[in-house]
């Protein structure tokens, strides 16, 4: 009688996420270190919040349905509670402040690093996963507190090696849209019609002035054949807003003028003004012109609870998307000033104002510009030609280590020429071998892969390559660190 057919799970990821690789990490922790450095440099200090918070506490995306589940994943704990994953950072420092409000030291200045996950359709380059690197200054109420976060990232994008020209920052005031929004007509506690509107105008670089319009309007329906509904303005109401954030002024007198006649007489539009004056005297008092940092009027980001202040930072150089179209980059960070977010708390209104970076999205852009974000420390691999006496072999491994050296020793039972294949594919930079002969000379062979690599492109395979055995050299087992040391160059001149 036959067995019966197991059931076997698929090998398979669920959509909207990915595996890593070792390159991907190590430019990932090159590029993270860039960026703690920088926000050290400005006095903040590190927190940690969990990945799981109370889903009231996290006060979006919530639907008023049994399972609250749309924007954030969400599960029911043994207590009958809804938790969620944080869809962004903001939200559970908001949480952290008001829970520890008396007790810290203010203005509170922290940064944080971690993942984010968000229930929404994946797409090119668009993970339902990701990682973020947020700083924020609560309890601040004045505008030096966004210059300060407007100043530091664009410290951090030329630290990452981006020049000027290569990004640009773009900054608002999402005051001055709700005086166009007020208006227009749209009360500001209309929560449901303008969050719509928000999420609309946020999707312009995508969509279009054409995409946009039909968003404020009755709605719009995409590639898929997914609609989205709209605001349900009227051709004067969308009208009025899109000319704030699409200005046909031809210079910047022209587009001031455009604006205070867009806002009318709402006072939080004049307030909006005012801010912005003060934020760019300040960046102007401190060299960040606007070939760093740019008014625009089109920049709103989509979350509802900003309150002020709002920027993005864009890259502006070209770069081949998934479909091999030249396109420009787009946004790697943003952020605002989010007065009311610990208020849903306490209920008395503490100003905070924030940045977050895409670390993956930054991440592919510096490598499409070419530019260098760590390969990992250079690995040694130690062969094992005996393996009765494999002791040798992790020997000479634990010398490299404790001189600061990456190195393993072979632990698979293969023979020496898969052995070379298997550090070959580990991308190693140097390979250690050390035969019978070797040993009764007190001698090692250093193959050095990395040049190999490349005397290998002259020659039809590999395998011709290593069969002519170039850049080898036999050493003194006794200064088998110092060697290994003087091959690896620089990368290792300064380990102990």
């Known amino acids: 009688m036959a067995e019966p057919k197991q ?28 960026v703690r450095r920088v926000y050290e440099g400005y006095g903040f200090s590190p927190l940690e919040t969990p990945a799981f918070e109370y889903t009231d506490a996290l006060g979006k995306f919530l639907p008023d349905v049994d399972r609250p589940n749309e924007g954030v994943f969400s599960l029911r704990d043994d207590d009958g509670e809804w938790l969620s994953l944080r869809y962004d950072l903001t939200a559970p420092l908001a949480r952290y402040v008001a829970a520890n409000f008396q007790n810290l030291t203010k203005p509170f200045r922290r940064y944080q690093l971690g993942p984010v996950w968000r229930n929404e359709k994946p797409g090119p380059g668009r993970f339902r996963e990701f990682l973020q690197f947020d700083a924020d200054t609560v309890g601040s109420a004045s505008p030096s507190a966004d210059a300060e976060l407007l100043m530091m990232l664009s410290d951090t994008l030329e630290a990452l090696g981006l020049q000027r020209g290569d990004y640009i920052i ?8 709700d005086g166009v929004l007020e208006a227009s007509g749209i009360a500001l506690d209309d929560r449901v019609r303008r969050g719509i509107v928000l999420r609309a105008i946020d999707k312009l670089d995508r969509l279009g002035v054409e995409g946009v319009t039909a968003l404020l309007a009755d709605g719009r329906k995409d590639e898929s054949g997914d609609f989205t509904k709209g605001a349900g303005l009227s051709a004067d109401q969308a009208q009025r807003i899109l000319a704030f954030v699409a200005p046909d002024a031809k210079d910047e ?8 006649t867009l806002v009318g007489t709402s006072p939080i539009g004049a307030a909006g003004l005012n801010e912005l004056e003060q934020i760019v005297k300040l960046l102007s008092a401190c060299d960040y012109g606007p070939d760093r940092i740019l008014f625009d009027t089109g920049v709103v980001r989509g979350l509802d609870y900003y309150t002020g202040a709002v920027f993005e930072a864009q890259l ?30 306490t209920g008395q209104m503490v100003p905070a104002t924030g940045v977050s970076i ?69 991308g190693a930079a140097i390979a250690v071998i050390e035969g019978g002969d070797e040993r009764a000379r007190g001698e090692v062979t250093l193959k050095d892969l990395a040049l190999g690599a490349e005397l290998a492109k002259a020659v039809e395979s590999r395998a011709a390559w290593t069969a002519e055995r170039q850049a080898q050299v036999s050493v003194k087992r006794a200064d088998l660190v110092a060697e290994i040391k003087k091959l690896l160059g620089p990368t290792s001149a300064g380990k102990a």
């Open 170 to 177: 773009k900054l608002n005031n999402r005051k001055l849209l």
């Open 358 to 426: 895409g670390v993956s999205r930054l991440i592919s852009a510096l490598a499409s510009r070419g530019l260098s974000v760590g390969a990992g420390e250079p690995l040694v691999v130690v062969t094992v030609m005996d393996k009765a006496d494999a002791a040798a072999s992790f020997k000479m491994v634990a010398e490299l280590r404790a001189a600061g050296l990456r190195a393993e020793a072979y632990v698979g039972t293969a023979k020496f020429g898969d052995q070379m294949k298997y550090a070959d594919r580990r």
């Open 253 to 260: 007198e022209a587009h001031l003028n455009q604006i205070a």
């Open 7 to 34: 059931n076997r799970p698929k090998a398979r990821l669920p959509r909207g996420f990915r595996d890593r690789g070792p390159a991907e990490i190590a430019a990932e922790r090159a590029v993270l270190e860039t």
């Open 316 to 345: 502006t150089f070209p770069v081949q998307n998934e479909a091999g179209e030249t396109v420009v980059f787009g946004s790697v960070a943003g952020g605002g000033r989010y007065d009311d977010l610990v208020s849903r708390f």
